[in-house]
């Protein structure tokens, strides 16, 4: 046999091999079990602690509530079209577009609570189809059912709003690779107060904190030191907030913050205060929702601090905002 057909050969099987992967990927992902038997009963507290997890503590509106317009400090949420869906816009360096969908009535009337749930714990629609996992999933795996079962409460309380949201747009190979990532629920209980490094961990994983606070690599996933920082985020107007680094560091991280300081902090950008400052691209500006987190009790604010002490320290400076280039 000449080289030459060697090489062909070589050539389609290698093809071959990797359509039959992709079918079976196809195929067999996303894996996770049907969506589970569940009536969700609905009583004003649940409504009520609902309302504090979805706008405060997990800041799922940060995505799914629109933005006020035109757009404020920290991404101030527009309190009138609460869960109506909001474009997203593009992941860095992707051709993607990133719609967060509507999660009123409108759009999921239809949809059992059991459905609402395995969409929110393990990243699949109502037809089983992969969620792109800029959508927290792959943390709120682990949630509490209590706290999920809340959120659902909450989310059917929501009044209508007639928006239909495209649905995200990705460009190969991330649709293939997508399949993957969703998995069944490994719940777990939400520590109590008593234990309040626990309950801090619980918090800092399920509301993003360490997510938006570790480098991540081209598919989102991890690969940074916890908590040292580094994201890069596109702002309205071009310029860039990259998160900081929270590990206790004394000179580059919050080692030098004290518990009061940590709280104050979250205190002071409350959604009105945000509401006033309209950045320009020039003048700091952020990514991290403030105003969502603010709405925090100090018992859950404190236990995140608590937590934040126990991580290893990171000797790492982050410029945590650079403006717009001049035009
Ligand atoms: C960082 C942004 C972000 C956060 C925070 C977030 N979501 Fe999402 N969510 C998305 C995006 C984006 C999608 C759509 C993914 C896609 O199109 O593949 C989505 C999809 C969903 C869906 C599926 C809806 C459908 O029509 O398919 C549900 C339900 C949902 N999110 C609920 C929640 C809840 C509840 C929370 C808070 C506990 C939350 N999300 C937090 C971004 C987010
Ligand atoms: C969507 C991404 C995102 C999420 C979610 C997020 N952060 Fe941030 N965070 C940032 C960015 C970007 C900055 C830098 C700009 C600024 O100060 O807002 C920042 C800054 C901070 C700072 C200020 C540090 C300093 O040196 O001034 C603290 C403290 C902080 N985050 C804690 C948290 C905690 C705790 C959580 C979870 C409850 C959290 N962040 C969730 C992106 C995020």
């Given at each position: 046999m000449s080289l030459k057909r060697i090489a062909l050969r070589a050539g389609a099987a290698i093809v071959a091999l990797v359509v039959l992967v992709v079918a079976a990927v196809f195929l067999i992902f996303p894996r996770v079990s049907s969506a589970p038997e569940l009536k969700v009963e609905t009583t004003p507290e649940l409504v009520a602690r609902g309302s504090y997890l979805f706008n405060s503590q997990f800041a799922c509106g940060a995505c799914h509530t629109p933005e006020m317009e035109p757009h404020r400090f920290s991404r101030v949420a527009d309190e009138a079209r609460i869960g109506a869906g909001r474009h997203m816009g593009g992941v860095p360096d992707f051709p993607t577009d990133v719609y967060a969908p509507n999660l009123t009535p409108t759009a999921l009337g239809d949809w059992t609570d059991g459905e609402l749930y395995r969409a929110i714990v393990s990243g699949v629609d109502r037809d089983g189809k992969p969620l792109f996992p800029v959508m927290p999933y792959p943390f709120?795996?682990?949630?509490?059912p209590q706290d999920v079962k809340a959120v659902i409460a909450y989310i059917r309380s929501l009044p209508p709003q007639p928006i239909t949201m495209p649905r995200t747009k990705l460009p190969m190979p991330l649709p293939i690779f997508m399949r993957l990532v969703p998995a069944d629920a490994t719940p777990q209980t939400r520590p109590d107060g008593k234990d309040e490094v626990a309950l801090g961990k619980y918090l800092a994983f399920t509301s993003s904190c360490f997510e938006c606070h570790t480098k991540r690599n081209e598919r989102g996933e991890p690969t940074g030191t916890p908590f040292a920082g580094g994201n890069p985020f596109g702002l309205p107007g071009g310029a860039m907030a990259i998160s900081a680094n929270i590990t206790p560091d004394n000179e580059t991280g919050?080692?030098?913050?004290?518990r009061e300081e940590f709280i104050a902090r979250f205190r002071s950008r409350n959604a009105e205060a945000d509401a006033r400052i309209t950045p320009s691209g020039h003048d700091f500006d952020t990514e991290m929702p403030w105003s969502y987190f603010a709405g925090m009790t100090d018992a859950d604010l404190g236990a995140i601090y608590a937590y934040l002490r126990t991580v290893p320290p990171i000797d790492s400076k982050v410029t945590l905002f650079t403006p717009a280039s001049e035009k």
């Open positions: 709120y795996k682990s949630l509490d919050i080692g030098g913050w004290s």
